[in-house]
């Protein structure tokens, strides 16, 4: 399997590679393609990946190159990860919101909208090479963000694509330790992708967990997510039964406001 990973000079390459070589045995990979226009960048994370993978005992290779055409060129998936004016153009997201009393964040807001703008075209120029080129059927594995926005863009283009967000899985684990049970006993009812997400279920072996946690401990919820309890605790429903579940929710507020935890704070 060739997978290509577009933005690969990224200092989260490594990570992906770590991943790898720990799936080695679910993930049978035996070329890494690294394509990135910066050479420097990929000289390091290239010579970094294949050290890692070879520590490892993985067998797969890694490949660097600038041509995007040569990277994808018999790929069986293709990641992309890039981001369009550099950091400097997030700082510019995530600080220029603020002057109109917005949320300065890369992928929600005004800030995510103006890089969903700058990103959206460039993705689906490199998606377009990726069906000339790559194996047919190959995936196209967004973590590009806004990943939704961008995702989205992609599925209405006809792409065979997926969104990756890492959000769901690190939901799901954190539950499974407050429940201390094994992750694959927990499934949740998620909706949405980074960073725009809620969870309407959270079921360990079947059974609904969420209306419990969220009236006996709402407070450690909110701290985890640097929420406030009120908006962390919002259940509305597009069907009968929203009244009932903002009934539970303004006594699950009341109750934890009784705590002597809720009143020092």
Same mark, same amino acid.
């Given at each position: 399997?060739? /997978?290509?990973? &577009? $933005? +690969?000079? %990224?200092?989260?390459?490594?990570?992906?590679?770590?991943?790898? *070589? @720990?799936?080695?045995?679910?993930?049978?990979?035996?070329?890494?393609?690294?394509?990135?226009?910066?050479?420097?960048? /990929?000289?390091? &994370? $290239? +010579?970094? %990946?294949?050290?890692?993978?070879?520590?490892?005992?993985?067998? *797969? @290779?890694?490949?660097?190159?600038?041509?995007?055409?040569?990277?994808?060129?018999?790929?069986?998936?293709?990641?992309?990860?890039?981001? &369009? $004016? +550099?950091?400097?153009?997030?700082?510019?997201?995530?600080?220029?919101?603020?002057?109109?009393?917005?949320?300065?964040?890369?992928?929600?807001?005004?800030?995510?909208?103006?890089?969903?703008?700058?990103?959206?075209?460039? &993705?689906?120029?490199?998606?377009?090479?990726?069906?000339?080129?790559?194996?047919?059927?190959?995936?196209?594995?967004?973590?590009?963000?806004?990943?939704?926005?961008?995702?989205?863009?992609?599925?209405?283009?006809?792409?065979?694509?997926?969104?990756?967000?890492?959000?769901?899985?690190?939901?799901?684990?954190?539950?499974?330790?407050?429940?201390?049970?094994?992750?694959?006993?927990?499934?949740?009812?998620?909706?949405?992708?980074?960073?725009?997400?809620?969870?309407?279920?959270?079921?360990?072996?079947?059974?609904?967990?969420?209306?419990?946690?969220?009236?006996?401990?709402?407070?450690?919820?909110?701290?985890?997510?640097?929420?406030?309890?009120?908006?962390?605790?919002?259940?509305?429903?597009?069907?009968?039964?929203?009244?009932?579940?903002?009934?539970?929710?303004?006594?699950?507020?009341?109750?934890?406001?009784?705590?002597?935890?809720?009143?020092?704070?």
């Amino acid at each position: 399997m060739k /997978l290509t990973i &577009v $933005g +690969g000079g %990224s200092t989260y390459t490594p990570e992906l590679i770590d991943g790898f *070589a @720990r799936l080695r045995d679910q993930l049978p990979i035996d070329e890494v393609c690294l394509v990135d226009p910066d050479e420097h960048r /990929l000289s390091l &994370v $290239g +010579g970094m %990946s294949q050290r890692m993978l070879a520590h490892a005992g993985h067998p *797969a @290779r890694v490949v660097t190159t600038t041509d995007l055409v040569a990277g994808v060129s018999g790929a069986d998936a293709v990641l992309i990860q890039l981001r &369009v $004016g +550099g950091q400097d153009a997030r700082q510019a997201d995530e600080t220029w919101p603020h002057e109109v009393g917005c949320i300065g964040q890369e992928t929600t807001g005004p800030g995510g909208f103006a890089k969903a703008l700058r990103t959206v075209p460039v &993705v689906l120029r490199i998606a377009d090479v990726v069906r000339e080129h790559a194996t047919p059927g190959a995936w196209i594995i967004d973590f590009t963000n806004p990943v939704g926005i961008v995702t989205r863009a992609l599925l209405q283009a006809g792409h065979r694509a997926v969104g990756l967000c890492n959000v769901a899985i690190g939901f799901q684990r954190r539950f499974a330790e407050m429940f201390g049970v094994e992750h694959d006993r927990v499934s949740l009812g998620h909706v949405g992708l980074n960073h725009l997400t809620w969870e309407r279920s959270i079921r360990v072996d079947g059974s609904d967990e969420l209306p419990g946690l969220l009236r006996e401990r709402l407070l450690e919820l909110a701290e985890d997510v640097h929420a406030a309890p009120e908006l962390v605790a919002q259940r509305a429903h597009p069907r009968r039964g929203c009244a009932s579940d903002r009934t539970r929710t303004a006594r699950a507020l009341r109750a934890t406001r009784r705590t002597p935890e809720a009143r020092s704070s």
